[in-house]
């Protein structure tokens, strides 16, 4: 499957705000047309990231030689969404990934998954533990200890001023940092989790350390499956194969 054949929706997707985000549409293989399929796994990005990144595209593509839709997803504030990085927040993007599963559902689309990175992983399981369209979740290098994450992350950075990873235009904020505390880490919600969840992490994450997976495995009652990459970092550097085979056979199950 080529990055061309990824392609816009037929129609925009705005969050509760109004804003416009970003999204790409990658059908199955063979799809043609502008009708809705059974099925769409949604793709969410970490912090300070868009939907454009390798492990996202090749993902999308492996699901897409395996049978099965999907929709990459750049939360409002993030690469050519609309909305300021200012305002991003663990708590809006739930709302805006609910803005995500609206519009998919509106479109005739009967089951939904979601798969996310790092604080998209957060972001899955702050949307899953509550709406249930969604039949499936992964969580890659998923946050789980948010607050954590944020205070040993970005804690030295001035609000205001300091770049979050150094990445210009992504500068560390009071409302994000409010947003983490809030949250702390995900234990109620990770308890509340009912449908299938599979976590991939690799054990070398040099920024979600790999224990955020055994928590969150922990907190929802062992149920979640938890594939463990060693030597792997943060970005699956050299693995987005291993991350493909993980999670491509179990969604395409659990999506049928």
């Not at 061309?4 to 799809?31: C, H, K, M, T």
């Not at 702050?126 to 607050?147: C, E, I, P, Q, Y």
Request: aromatic share 6%; proline share 6%.
């Amino acid at each position: 499957m080529a990055a061309s054949d990824r392609r816009a929706l037929p129609f925009p997707i705005r969050n509760a705000p109004g804003e416009r985000l970003d999204v790409a549409y990658q059908p199955a293989a063979g799809a043609a047309g502008d009708a809705a399929p059974p099925a769409v796994v949604v793709i969410g990005h970490g912090v300070t990231s868009h939907w454009d990144r390798p492990w996202q595209t090749e993902l999308a593509e492996a699901l897409a030689d395996a049978g099965l839709a999907s929709v990459l997803v750049s939360y409002a504030g993030n690469g050519n969404s609309e909305g300021r990085f200012e305002d991003v927040t663990p708590t809006k993007e739930a709302a805006d990934l609910g803005s995500v599963l609206d519009a998919l559902a509106a479109w005739g689309v009967s089951r939904l998954a979601y798969a996310g990175h790092s604080m998209g992983g957060a972001v899955g399981v702050l949307r899953a533990s509550s709406d249930d369209r969604l039949v499936a979740l992964v969580s890659l290098a998923g946050m789980f200890h948010v607050r954590t994450f944020m205070e040993r992350t970005f804690g030295h950075l001035v609000p205001g001023e300091g770049l979050m990873l150094d990445k210009p235009g992504c500068v560390w904020n009071r409302t994000l940092a409010d947003d983490a505390a809030r949250i702390g880490s995900l234990h109620v919600q990770a308890a509340a989790v009912r449908v299938p969840w599979l976590l991939v992490h690799g054990e070398a994450d040099e920024l979600v350390p790999f224990q955020d997976a055994i928590d969150a495995r922990a907190a929802a009652g062992g149920r979640p499956d938890l594939v463990a990459l060693p030597g792997i970092d943060h970005r699956f550097t050299g693995a987005i194969p291993q991350v493909c085979a993980a999670v491509v056979p179990w969604l395409t199950t659990r999506m049928a």
